[in-house]
């Protein structure tokens, strides 16, 4: 479910980069345009984790005090604000929710599909007491049906006795050659 999430989410982080450079880019031209103090930020790269910092919730704006147009600058930190920690958070929560749904929705199938591949991984254990029984060129080669009774209502009890009468007589069989097999085996 981890990976599946970061691949959906690989969308929603190229527009969080592409808002997180914009905000960088404006605050790092408002910076230049002042002087002294007010030049706090010196590269983009300062702007870029200025703005970073904003939308992790850090509200440093002592900065900010010394440029030569405040209400730009806070017009611009309220925005980045607003608009990377509400709007992208949102847009994240619902990202991961979409890939929750996808995941869950198919948890029953990839639960039947895991206990196929177990019992195909060791059919071997099913089959291991019988293994003297197989000769021939079709050694090894069974078909396996398996099906759940409880949850099939379809089928009457007179059909469920067949099978049960058609079982119980390829179980003796079965015991009839292993034994036969037995004893010329001992002789």
């Known amino acids: 479910m981890l990976l599946g999430s970061f691949s959906d989410m690989k969308i929603f982080l190229l527009i969080l980069f592409i808002v997180e450079i914009g905000f960088g880019e404006a605050f790092l031209r408002l910076s230049e345009v002042s002087s002294g103090k007010g030049n706090f930020l010196s590269n983009f790269a300062m702007s870029f984790v200025y703005t970073f910092r904003i939308s992790l919730a850090d509200n440093d704006t002592e900065p900010m005090e010394e440029i030569e147009q405040p209400v730009t600058a806070w017009i611009l930190f309220v925005l980045c604000g607003l608009g990377t920690n509400i709007v992208m958070l949102n847009l994240l929560i619902s990202i991961i929710g979409q890939s929750y749904e996808r995941v869950t929705s198919t948890a029953v199938l990839a639960m039947y599909k895991e206990h196929a591949d177990l019992i195909c991984d060791n ?65």
């Open 123 to 187: 059919n071997y254990l099913l089959l291991a007491p019988f293994s003297w029984f197989r000769s021939g060129k079709d050694n090894g080669a069974y078909l396996m049906v398996v099906t759940d009774i409880t949850q099939d209502s379809q089928q009457s009890d007179s059909q469920n006795d067949a099978i049960s009468g058609s079982l119980t007589k390829v179980k003796e069989e079965l015991i009839e050659l292993m034994v036969r097999k037995y004893l010329l085996i001992s002789f």
